[in-house]
């Protein structure tokens, strides 16, 4: 398992000069003051509206989630959510090319003694995330006080999964970057008393996962967080971040560990990490990335959503 990875003289190949520009520009305006990127973020927000499957998508799976909503408030919610997703991308960029001790400046962090209190108890664990749009900014924050390992998925375009995976790797230095279908160094990782990076908040389809209710629709979720946890024999510790108002920063908050678990139900126990993660997403809803296919795989019978 290499701590990098190979890079190849046909990454400079005249077909990716494109994607190696597109890096380039994007540092430079990542070096732009903190406030200044996210006001372009806002102002580029509304191009968001051209991809037009996506913006569906996101106000389809929050008509689901929030039934109680009116159609008003759905798209209120629908635009804050674009806003945060625009300024996602600088934010990527910050979390990719900033050092650290500039990113340390934006945010406040707590619960770090449950991660120290598994290190001296010589217990690997899972730090379970989630998607919202502040992920990447999040695990570089997280990065400067947790030394972790975490899973990612790769890139088609091999010079920007080269970079996502060099970067990432970057965000807690000595930590790996494996791909998510690695669940042999998963487990060895756990094993060896590591800290590992998990968001199980995607649909991976029928075939490796339960419906699971999330906010009360049955999604396709991967019982996969028990299964780590049990064989890795390691603790779940759950954590978040939230981008504060006004560009003042941001909030990192690590939680206790999940008790009792696993317990052996996988149902009861995916159903508790779906559970926390509505609890998460309610503090922070807009910011929760909604434009993916969460209820892409259906129970046996039902239509459709997407």
Not at 46 to 72: D, I, Y
Request: proline share 6%; net charge positive.
């Amino acid at each position: 398992m290499s701590a990098a990875p190979e890079f190849s003289r046909a990454l400079l190949a005249p077909r990716h000069w494109l994607t190696w520009i597109g890096f380039g520009l994007w540092f430079l305006i990542a070096q732009l003051p903190y406030s200044w990127q996210m006001a372009m973020a806002r102002v580029l927000t509304p191009l968001l509206n051209l991809n037009k499957k996506r913006v569906k998508m996101a106000r389809t799976n929050l008509q689901l989630c929030f039934p109680q909503k009116s159609a008003e408030e759905i798209e209120t919610l629908l635009k804050k959510n674009l806003e945060s997703t625009a300024i996602a991308v600088f934010e990527t960029g910050i979390g990719f090319f900033w050092a650290k001790t500039r990113l340390r400046k934006l945010f406040t962090i707590s619960g770090v003694e449950y991660v120290e209190q598994a290190k001296a108890e010589g217990q690997g664990a899972m730090l379970l995330s989630l998607h919202f749009t502040t992920l990447d900014i999040g695990s570089a924050m997280l990065g400067i006080y947790v030394n972790y390992d975490g899973m990612y998925t790769p890139h088609k375009n091999p010079v920007f999964d080269y970079v996502q995976k060099v970067r990432r790797e970057a965000y807690a230095p000595g930590g790996i970057a494996f791909a998510r279908d690695n669940v042999r160094a998963m487990v060895s990782q756990l094993r060896k008393g590591r800290m590992i990076w998990y968001a199980p908040d995607r649909d991976m389809g029928a075939k490796i996962s339960v419906f699971v209710p999330f906010f009360g629709v049955p999604a396709a979720t991967v019982t996969a967080t028990a299964q780590f946890a049990r064989m890795g024999r390691a603790k779940i510790i759950p954590f978040s971040q939230y981008r504060l108002e006004n560009s003042k920063g941001y909030q990192v908050v690590i939680h206790p560990p999940f008790e009792n678990y696993p317990t052996g139900d996988d149902f009861a126990d995916t159903r508790r990490v779906n559970e926390y993660f509505e609890q998460e997403i309610l503090k922070v809803p807009e910011q929760y990335l909604w434009a993916q296919p969460r209820f892409k795989s259906r129970p046996e019978g039902e239509p459709k959503i997407y």
